[in-house]
């Protein structure tokens, strides 16, 4: 079997073409190939290996190449992007569109391109994971597989095969983004293991309150504002740049959703019991729903629990801000996680 292995972050090669919404939104699962923040695109693996792009609303923040989603498709636009683990491996088929020397071009099931080579970087991967490949043997027209292995610090492992050597096989159902239960690698033993519930909450300062509407809207620099419903008692208590906590029902559709409760972490008027923690993540193990954060500014090491969708979409060597509080034991439990890469999306 011919076979060219290249250990790269993920190359970032995305269309950026008109796509066109239908009227109905149908729920989809994938795992990420590519983010596009610029064009607030991602390019996800699916089902038997086809690969689509879709235009998001709403925060790209979380999404890496490597996790599994979950999410309302219409057309090719995606909303409610829900991370729900992380994928050990994707596979799809491709055809060398050019081969030259160190790089080549392929092209996906969705028509659009993918590049591997020298000097390709990561799209939406952790910064800092880009390194020299090597690409050879392939040529023009040929038809072959892609496998992708997902590293947990962003690293990733291109296996490319030609197809009459390796012939498409199923995924197991755990790999597979499309069948069964969302299955998220464990950075302590790469085992999977299912997410069952997905985001409830979310952090972010408050941009405005409308007390007669009875809404509210937070957001966080350089991302998409989120509006939430709250009666007159829990909107009395918020001001404009107040951080806050805001739990909901992750069922609900809309752009508008019912605050289930809203905590003011920091600001005029800050709630008792919640603190803020920034640094970065030092591990992470799903298993046991702990992670660490290494605070620069004293030198200090804070481990957190906090439940698994939000465990499983830490990445290794991320700066994060941690908003938190205390339980009856005095553990310290995450309520949300915030990159803070500087990343425009």
Known sequence: MKKSACLMSVAAVLGTAALAPTAQAAPQRGTVLQVDRSAHVVRTVGTGGSVASYRVRGSLK??????????????????GVHVTGRARTAQFPARVAEADGGSAQLTLPDGRPFTVGTGTAADGAPAGHAVSVTVSGLQQGQKVLVTVHFAVNGDVLIEIALQQDAAPADQPADEDPGQGEDAGDDPGNGDGQACPIGQNEVAGNVRGINRGAGTFSIGQPFDDDETFR???????GLSVGDTTLVRYDPSATGSVRDALQVHVVAGAKPEAGYGVAEGTVSWANLDSSLFAVWKPADGSRVVFSGPCWLVVSLWKTEDVSVIYHADSSGDLVADAVAPRDGSRD
């Open 62 to 79: 979380r999404l890496r190449p490597g996790a599994r989603i979950r999410f309302d498709a219409s057309g090719h636009h995606a909303r």
């Open 230 to 236: 709250a009666p007159a008692a829990q909107l009395a």
